[in-house]
């Protein structure tokens, strides 16, 4: 009789949801299917793409700032869908975006 057990080590590890109060909620993602990161961050900001029609958008959250999103504006620019976004690392308050209309904003 031959016993099985999962060769993994991380069996009896179990999450926890994080509280409401520490998540964002509203938060409408890009349903693109690129391979790049959705989400962008900095030490003050959080940088996502968003699914919006007519051209490409993403949105900058404030990190102190979470709970459920109201109205806040988009960042926008590009005629194509937003593939990444990238902050600088020197410098929280400048984030680059590339589209799929073959430009990079700063």
């Not at 509203?26 to 793409?49: C, E, H, Q, T, Y």
Request: hydrophobic content about 35%; some cysteine; overall charge positive.
């Amino acid at each position: 009789m031959s016993r099985v057990v999962r060769s993994s080590k991380f069996r009896h590890v179990f999450g926890t949801p994080a509280k409401k109060e520490l998540t964002y909620d509203g938060v409408k993602p890009s349903r693109s299917a690129w391979d790049s990161n959705k989400v962008s961050a900095s030490s003050k900001f959080i940088g996502l793409i968003w699914d919006a029609s007519g051209g490409g958008a993403f949105a900058v959250l404030d990190v102190n700032n979470k709970g459920k999103l109201g109205q806040f504006p988009l960042v926008t620019g590009h005629t194509g869908e937003v593939l990444d976004i990238e902050f600088n690392p020197f410098n929280s308050n400048l984030v680059a975006s590339v589209s799929e209309d073959c430009y990079g904003k700063i």
